[in-house]
Each structure stands twice: as C-alpha cells, then as structure tokens.
C-alpha cells in the first residue's frame, strides 16, 4: 500500500488572502516535543526514529476536524538541527463545519460512484453479466478540504473489486468532489504447499492426522510472495477475493500471512496464491477475459469433503472433509477451471456430455497448472493430497488424465466420463507442449456451446490449433480425440 503523497507546500502559500489558522508560538528548532512549539492545529499522529534522527508527523487540522491530505513533519537531526516539511493546505478562517449532508447518504453517493468507476474500468464482453462490484461502506468521517477549493467534506472509505476507494462528498451539497483508489497492488508473504505436500516431497506415505501439524508437512511448506493484494492487510486482490472462511479471514496489516496447517487461514492464503498464480498464467498466455476478476472464495465452511463452484453466485466454496480441499492447490484449481469457462461461456454445462468436459478440463487445468512444480512426479496424478483420506492405492490419485478411456466407457456420471476428455487434452499436452496446448484449448472454449458435446467441442479444438498453430498442430489435436474415440 502506498501513501500519496503530494509536493510540499510553501508554509506561506495563500496567506494573503486566506488564513492557515497558525500562529507560530515559539522559534523554530525548539524541543519538537513541547507541543507549544508547533503550529497550532497540528496534531501528533506519529514519531519514526531512524539512523540521524527523529521524524514526527503531524496531521493538519481545523477546528478540530482533519485537513485532507494536509500534513506537517519535522526531521529532527541528531546534532539538534531541524527541517521542517510543511505540507498544510489554506482553510479560510470562516468555513462553517457544520454539516448538512447525513454520512449515510454520503456514504451512499460515494458507493454509487466507486461502483460505477470499478465497473466502467472492468474488462470483458460479458460485464453486464457479471456481478457488479459491490462498494462497501466504511464509516464516513467530517474532514475539510483546503485550498483553492476549500470546503466541507465527508471522507468516504469504500472498497470494490478495484482495492479500496476514498471518496470526498460535499457536506453541503452532497456532492462527489473527488474519488480514487488509494490501494496498489502489493505484495505480501505467505507459505503454502505447492501443488500439495505428497507430491512437492514425493512422499505418498504422508496422511492428513485431523489437520494436526506434523513436522514433515511443515518441511512442505514454501515461502511465497503473495502478488496482486489490494494492500488492505486481508487476502483480497485482483483476482482473488477470500471472501468468508472457517474461524475467520486472515488479517495481516503488513501482508504477511504465514501459519501452518492446522490453522484454517492456512487454506485461505493457499487460495490466494494458487489463483493468483492461475490468473497470472491465464495473461500471460494472452487471455485477458478469462475471469479476470477477483474470484469470489469461501474457505474451509462446508463439512463435506467437497468443493464446487456455485455459477449462480460466482463462488467457490472448499470443504475440510478428509485433507482440508484447499491444503491441495489441484482441488483450488480444478474448481477455478469451473469459474473460467462459466466466465467464457454463459450458462456453461448444459448437457451432459459438457458437464464432463467441465469435470474434464478442471482436472486437467489442475494437471497443467502442476506441471512447473511437480517435477514431474505423477503428472496425470489429480489431487493426490486430498485423495490420501479416501483412497489405500498408491499414488492417490481423485483421478488421472491418462486412464486410457474412451467414449465406449462413458456411464453418464460426468466426473468418470471427464477423464475421457482430460485424457485427450493431456495428449495434446505431450505433443504440442504445455503452452500451446494451454492456449489453444482456452481459445476453444470460447466457442463452445453452453450444451457442447464432446465431439462439438472437439472440433473448436481443433479448429482453434488449426488457426493458432497450422495443420500440423490440428493434426496432433484431432489424433488425441480419435484415440478417445470422440472423433
Ligand atoms: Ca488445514
Ligand atoms: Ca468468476
Ligand atoms: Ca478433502
Ligand atoms: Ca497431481
Ligand atoms: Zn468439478
């Protein structure tokens, strides 16, 4: 999260016509700490000591009321010696503080406007279908605006899918005088398994004990940078939002969110971090509209061990049935493959033969986002921590991209029949290589309808390889849905 910060400002700015409300009481470069030494108006907020000195900081206020981004600091030298930063902004000495304007209805104005700039600013053709951002209020506060534009402001905090917005509302006339997102994208620190502790420790032996912390689970763990927060100390950024979780969300002003397993906000930084790295994959790719947005989470609330993706409310919901789901990035991914192709295609899955491709392509979406930190162990393996609770057979896999089926084995259930589909793009993996193959069934899904077929399917596949990457390309993908007899 980042101040702005603005240009000092000339102690003396505006003073003929306008008074700063100051009177300096005594010389400058007296003891900073005896108040009486300051302007009047200035009220401490903070004292930082660093190698040569102490800083204070001070806010601007007037009658009583804080000075919107006006400031006043004093660098104090260890030699004694002072430097004044006098960032205060004229207030005529006449503003009425009273206001006339109630803080609910500003607080409305200011979310009405924060919603309309976030939803202007989103990407996608489909935006008029996707939910809008939903500012929330913050508590309004009275401040006063100085310069030019003196006036009486309610001060707004509101957060959207943007990050988090300030707004100023004239408390006079009710109108939205300015309105900015003053978060940044930053980067936090987490720990995670990735994709999930069986496989970054090649060890099938590793069993889940009732989520109690266990030493070589700990060993699993790895340091990451968590990208793309929204800087307001929660789990919330571009693409992801963990929006409810067991026990409570994760806070951290500084961004840092380490724990361990047994800790249910564990989960809720897993999700972060593998969505992130999910989303950010997608755009690198060159998609930028395949859910792109902050992806609505709820983390550990179900008993079941199950997760799914609810279309109609845009949220994915973990379980902590078994291995917690989301100590396990495959299931974290396998349901963000969901969100994606409901994102791409409107009212996806209306058959079932699309269903299966759904069950299909999150599995294998959770293969191919595993492939740059498996090592190669157990690729086609889908969920192999999580599928330790509920299966004896080594490697523990939910199910595999290379079961060899095909459409003769097809039993109508759409998770069984999705490994048909899995299997085929896992083979188009293998010949065309991870990024192309990524590409090039993304691009597909663009063209599919809502009750695809696997052979409808099949062909924008083909046809997407075809037009991305020549007759060769099409000629590997069409030999990998022949080989699950889908074409
Ligand atoms: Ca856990
Ligand atoms: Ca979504
Ligand atoms: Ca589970
Ligand atoms: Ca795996
Ligand atoms: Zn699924």
Known sequence: MSKRRKALVAATAGLATVSLGLSFTSAAGAAPEASATNPNGLKLIKTKTSLLGKHYWYQQTFKGLPVVNGYYAKHVAKDGSVQVADGRDAVPANLDVSAKVAPASATQSANATVTAQAQSRSIGPNKSLVKKPAATSGAAQLAVVG??????????????????????????????????????????RGSVFDPNPVVSTKNEKLTDMNDKNQDALFLAQKNVVLRNLDGSGKLNGSFVNIKEGNGGLAQNKNNTFVYQRANNKFEQVMVYYQINQAQEYIQKLGFKDANNESQDFSVDTIRDDNSFYDPSTD???????????????????????????????????????????????????????????????????????????????????????DTGKTTDDVDGEVHDDGEIWSNALWDIQKGLGRTKADKLILEATYFYDPDTSFAGAAQDTVQAARLLYGKAAAQTVTDAFKARKIL
């Open 315 to 401: 949220m994915i919901t973990t379980g902590d049935g078994g291995v917690d789901d989301a100590e396990d990035a495959e299931v974290i991914w396998h349901e963000y493959g969901h969100a994606i192709q409901d994102d791409i295609v409107p009212g996806y899955g209306e058959s079932e033969q699309a269903g299966a491709i759904g069950e299909g392509f999150g599995d294998y979406w959770a293969v191919t986002m595993s492939v740059p930190v498996s090592k190669g162990f157990n690729l086609p393996c889908v969920m192999d921590w999580d599928a330790t609770s509920y299966t004896t057979d080594e490697p523990h896999c939910l199910r595999r991209t």
């Open 147 to 188: 310069g030019p534009d003196a006036r009486l402001v309610w001060n707004v905090t509101s957060r959207s899918t943007e990050g988090v917005s300030q707004s100023l509302v004239d408390a006079k006339t009710g109108s939205v005088v300015d309105s900015k997102v003053i978060s940044d994208n930053v980067d936090g």
